[in-house]
Each structure stands twice: as C-alpha cells, then as structure tokens.
T-cell receptor, first 115, second 109 residues
Framework: DARVTQTPRHKVTEMGQEVTMRCQPI?????VFWYRQTMMQGLELLAYFRNRAPLDDSGMPKDRFSAEMPDATLATLKIQPSEPRDSAVYFCASGLLGLSGNTIYFGEGSWLTVV | RKEVEQDPGPFNVPEGATVAFNCTYS??????FFWYRQDCRKEPKLLMS???SGNEDGRFTAQLNRASQYISLLIRDSKLSDSATYLC??????????FGTGTSLTVIP
C-alpha cells in the first residue's frame, strides 16, 4: 500500500537548534507539498515542488526555513535556527498532478516542539 | 480574503442525525474540489471528491454550486465514528491545493 513517509515522527529540540524533516513521496508522484498545521492557523502551505523543481515557497519564512528536493525520493524541510513559534505539525503530501481531479496524499506528519 | 472558508463549528449531533457542512471558495477558476477528513492527531485523508453533478458515497453526499462558489457535504445517519474534522479543499490549476480550516463534528451517543 503506497504511502508518504515522514521522519522524524516526533522531535523535541531547544531553541536555536537546526531541525531537518524528511519526506519520501509516493513513487511516481510528480508534486510534493510541505504544510504546517497549528491549532490557530490550520493547514498552511509552506512550499511545493513539481518534478523536483520548487514552484512556490511564498508561504515559508525565508530567513530560517529552506526546502529542497535532492532527488525524486526525498524532500527535506530545514529550520535553522528553530524558535518556539515553529512548534507545529509539519505534513508532507504528494500527488500525481497536472490533470484536473487528481488529489494529494499526506504523510503522518512530523510533530515538532521547540522549547 | 481566504481562498477557502468554512464554519469551524463545532457541530455536536446525536447518533442517527443528518448534518451538513458548507464551504465557500473565492477563486471562480477553481477546477477541483474535495472533502478531507482529519482525526485527532492524525493526517488529513481524502474522504471524497466533489463533482459538478454532485456525488454520493454511502451516507455521504457532496455537492458543488459553481454559481455561488460553495461546496457542501451531507452526512446521513451519523455514526460515532464520523466524529472528526472535515476539511474543504479547492484546487485551481491542479497545482495549488487550498485547505479550509476545517469543521469539527462530534457525534454523541
């Protein structure tokens, strides 16, 4: 059963530390999204890639966040330095997009707590 | 203005009740529409796509009104297991997926 895989599932870190989250999209999917979810803001789009090329990262704080897709099987989201306000669930999602009606599938999320 | 807006609820309904959620979207060029379900501390999962002609999946019925730019989800004969947050999702070009903040449903025994 194909699924999006994210690591780590849970991370507690101290303010100022670097955090890297990883995502393995479903094989064959051409689009990968990074979302952040908090109780107050709901699901916010941070960045997304099509065929590994970044298409939009306007939702991402550029000074501390970076997203890359070094190959088709790996997407990364890095926070450096981390701050307590970054505490949230970070979801990766992938889909085979370009045709109307196709949808996206989420990983289980990386639960980040910055203290 | 947000791309997608939903009433956050919460909706508390007794078992067996019928409940309906609405969602409005701002981009008239939107092409694809979905409802996702998210359980507590879990990832969102696709519940159903929404087609122009309306579509049904068991106890769930989804409808789209392009003229008024809203989407609805109707749940009949509510079960305890339907308790979750329901997210309305709109995609304009097959690239961007915009999520509503979700509507919370609790089905009470």
């Amino acid at each position: 059963d194909a699924r999006v895989t994210q690591t780590p599932r849970h991370k507690v870190t101290e303010m100022g530390q670097e955090v890297t989250m990883r995502c393995q999209p479903i094989l064959g999917h051409n689009t990968v999204f990074w979302y952040r979810q908090t109780m107050m803001q709901g699901l916010e789009l941070l960045a997304y890639f099509r065929n590994r090329a970044p298409l939009d990262d306007s939702g991402m704080p550029k000074d501390r966040f970076s997203a890359e897709m070094p190959d088709a099987t790996l997407a990364t989201l890095k926070i450096q330095p981390s701050e307590p306000r970054d505490s949230a669930v970070y979801f990766c999602a992938s889909g085979l997009l370009g045709l109307s009606g196709n949808t996206i599938y989420f990983g289980e999320g990386s639960w980040l707590t910055v203290v | 203005r947000k791309e997608v807006e939903q009433d956050p609820g919460p909706f508390n309904v007794p078992e067996g009740a019928t409940v309906a959620f609405n969602c409005t979207y701002s981009n008239s060029a939107s092409q694809s529409f979905f409802w996702y379900r998210q359980d507590c501390r879990k990832e969102p999962k696709l519940l159903m796509s929404v087609y122009s002609s309306g579509n049904e999946d068991g106890r769930f019925t989804a409808q789209l009104n392009r003229a008024s730019q809203y989407i609805s989800l109707l749940i009949r004969d509510s079960k305890l297991s339907d308790s979750a947050t329901y997210l309305c999702v709109v995609s304009s070009t097959g690239n961007q997926f915009y999520f509503g903040t979700g509507t919370s449903l609790t089905v009470i025994p």
